[in-house]
Every structure is written in C-alpha cells, then in structure tokens.
C-alpha cells in the first residue's frame, strides 16, 4: 500500500517535472504538518519550508538588496501594465529595470530627483518598454504630465 502510494507520488513529480511547475500534490502526507503539496525539485514541504524562513522576510538587511526603489518602481509599473494589457510579450525586464536604477543613480550623483517617463503615456495607449521609456528630472516629468511631447 505504501509503496503505491510513493509510486503515485513519483509519477505526479514527473509530469510536474515535464509542465515546469514549481510543485505538485504528493500521495503522502507531511509529517510534521500534514501538508499534501511538496515542491518538484527538492520533494520537500511546501508548508514547513514556508514557515522555515518566513522570519527572513522580515529580516530588513537579508532582504536589501531586493527591495530596492528602483526595483519596486519597475514592479509597479509592470503590474499596472499588465493590468491595463499594455505590456507586450517582447519586453526585456532587464533593460527597463537598467532605467530604473539609471535614474536611481542619476538622482544619488547630482542631487536632483530624476524619474523614469513613458515617451507615449500609458493613459495615452502607450506601451510600458523600454523603446517608450525616458528618464527626465522630476520637475520636467510632473511639467509634461501625460502630455505626448
């Protein structure tokens, strides 16, 4: 019974495996939270590996480097995109990030805030990528407001 249980297991990591998904719901429980999903590459708990490092989420200088401004700026507008359908599938991340963190050090160097702005406003049907992407100071940007120029 317990080996076909396993069995079962085995066969829905391989087609988690083959769908790329990141877990799949195993046969057998946890044992330490009863929790059925497992993660594909490692087969551990999805639940207790939560609960493991949840403490590091809140753990400001772990977490630095990836709560950047210029990150959560690109995260936003990328989700704001998305939400309005003007994000289209040949967007490099990357490259519009760079811009982000180009601004970012503009602003650092020289003193004045610089901002990143959409050539084409997206409240105009323009397209969140970096070929619609600028950066001006925060007193040009706010003056343009969402003025095609």
């Known amino acids: 019974m317990f080996g076909e249980k396993g069995q079962k297991s085995g066969i829905a990591r ?9 877990t799949y719901i195993a046969g057998n429980a946890c044992k330490h939270c009863g929790s059925y999903e497992k993660y594909t590459s490692s087969c551990g708990c999805v639940g207790c590996n ?3 490092n949840k403490s590091k989420l809140y753990d ?14 690109a995260k936003t507008y ?4 998305r939400k309005k359908q003007q994000m289209p599938e040949t967007v490099d991340n ?10 970012e050090r503009k602003t650092k160097e020289t003193g004045v805030i610089h901002h990143v702005d959409h050539i084409i406003p997206i ?7 970096e070929s619609n992407l600028q950066i001006l100071t925060q007193f040009e940007n706010l003056s343009k407001g969402n003025k095609i120029i």
Do not use: C, V, W
Request: no cysteine; net charge positive; charged share 45%.
């Open 14 to 22: 391989q087609q988690a495996k083959k769908n790329g998904d990141k």
């Open 50 to 52: 939560i609960k493991r």
């Open 60 to 73: 400001d200088e772990l977490m630095k480097p990836y709560r950047t401004k210029a990150k959560n700026n």
């Open 78 to 81: 990328r989700y704001r995109t």
């Open 94 to 103: 990357e490259k519009i990030l760079e811009f982000y963190k180009e601004a």
């Open 123 to 129: 409240s105009k049907g323009g397209l969140h990528h």
